[in-house]
T-cell receptor, first 112, second 115 residues
Framework: SQKIEQNSEALNIQEGKTATLTCNYT??????LQWYRQDPGRGPVFLLL?????KEKRKERLKVTFDTTLKQSLFHITASQPADSATYLC???????????FGRGTQLTVWP | DTEVTQTPKHLVMGMTNKKSLKCEQH?????MYWYKQKAKKPPELMFV???????INESVPSRFSPECPNSSLLNLHLHALQPEDSALYLC??????????????FGPGTRLTVL
């Protein structure tokens, strides 16, 4: 099975700064990697998917990179806002179609 | 409709009770999932239904019994649960037949407390 590590349990940054979250994985390289946001007591919300042949993907203030050599994905939120405060989960597809493995998540707090 | 709905939002049950969780989606997705999530932990996959057939059971105890009556509905029947089964139960759906579009859409979850 895939082992997924998200570099820190918690990240605190000031409003306006760029938040950078890391996701590392072991074993095989997945065809794609996903990032989700989860607010307390709620289900995860899909943010971005990046494929193995894509180096970078952007969506508004979000940017994801995928380095299959390093087995790592970086997730950036630029011009961060207090409303970005949440837990961000990295997820990789398992060997069986439909199975997703989630990292433990990084709890981001953006303070004014 | 791009939403996954779950009922009830909260459920408190005794160890001898029988209850059911319900999940519904109308996005035409043909894969549906049950996850269990404990506090400060990632969602853990329990079951996957693909085209209304159970395709993955992650060695879940038999006191949890899934059911997929049709392509829009997913149930999780609960019986003789233990206090350690208390968690947030999440339902999700996705479109399995679309290449590279395996993002999952999650419902808001049911917060289950077993006394």
């Amino acid at each position: 099975s895939q082992k997924i590590e998200q570099n820190s349990e918690a990240l605190n940054i000031q409003e306006g700064k760029t938040a950078t979250l890391t996701c590392n994985y072991t074993n095989y390289s997945p065809a794609y990697l996903q990032w989700y946001r989860q607010d307390p007591g709620r289900g995860p919300v899909f943010l971005l998917l990046i494929r193995e042949n894509e180096k970078e993907k952007r969506k508004e203030r979000l940017k994801v990179t995928f380095d299959t050599t390093l087995k790592q994905s970086l997730f950036h939120i630029t011009a961060s806002q207090p409303a970005d405060s949440a837990t961000y989960l990295c997820a990789l597809r398992g060997s069986t179609l439909g199975r997703l493995y989630f990292g433990r998540g990084t709890q981001l707090t953006v303070w004014p | 409709d791009t939403e996954v709905t779950q009922t009830p939002k909260h459920l408190v049950m005794g160890m001898t009770n029988k209850k059911s969780l319900k999940c519904e989606q109308h996005m035409g997705h043909r894969a549906m999932y049950w996850y269990k999530q404990k506090a400060k932990k990632p969602p853990e996959l329990m079951f996957v239904y693909s085209y209304e057939k159970l395709s993955i059971n992650e060695s879940v105890p038999s006191r949890f019994s899934p059911e997929c009556p049709n392509s829009s509905l997913l149930n999780l029947h609960l019986h003789a649960l233990q206090p350690e089964d208390s968690a947030l139960y999440l339902c999700a759906s996705s479109a399995p037949g679309v290449v590279y579009r395996h993002e999952q859409f999650f419902g808001p979850g049911t917060r289950l407390t077993v006394l």
